[in-house]
């Protein structure tokens, strides 16, 4: 299932697009979206990625293990480890830290997440920078302008 997206224009700003409000995601708690982004030839690809709120914080990474390129989540929304602190991947247990996506232990020690730029926008959690195919609803407005509440990364 994918998620929807909504798109946000700030002048002089890159776009952003919405894919779920804060309060989708309890603090210290973890949640994954099946975007579509664009790449350089307008051609769309999967794009899976997890969003870990920590307090107003947030942050984002690909939805890839860099041991063998598998989902992080053993099942679904499944991401961190038994103690609620570090992001974990279901197949082999490596640990990556939630603040930088650096693995900590496991079979890819030292290697990183893919870093996915986000910023809190009107109380909504955005991937900011990445073009993403959109669903529109023809009867819903297009949103043109939002302010920045901080928090983001």
């Known amino acids: 299932m994918e998620t929807e997206v909504a798109q946000k224009e700030a002048p002089g700003e ?4 919405a894919i779920c409000s804060m309060s ?3 603090s ?20 899976n990625i997890v969003v870990v709120r920590w307090g107003k914080q ?23 480890d038994p103690n609620g602190i570090r992001l974990m991947c279901g197949k082999h247990g490596a640990l990556f830290e939630i603040g930088t996506g650096t693995c900590l232990d496991g079979p890819c020690k030292g290697d990183g997440l893919t870093p996915v730029p986000l910023a809190v926008l009107d109380n909504d959690i955005c991937v900011v920078g990445i073009p993403l195919a959109e669903e529109v609803d023809d009867d819903e407005e297009e949103i ?3 302010s920045d509440e901080g928090g983001g990364v």
């Open 144 to 146: 043109t302008s939002c």
């Open 28 to 47: 210290q708690r973890a949640r994954g979206f099946q975007l579509v982004r664009l790449d350089e030839n307008g051609q769309e690809k999967p794009f």
């Open 58 to 80: 947030v942050f984002g990474y690909e939805n890839i293990c860099p041991h063998q390129q598998v989902n992080l989540d053993w099942e679904r929304n499944q991401f961190m």
């Open 24 to 26: 989708d995601i309890p």
């Open 14 to 17: 890159p776009i952003a697009y």
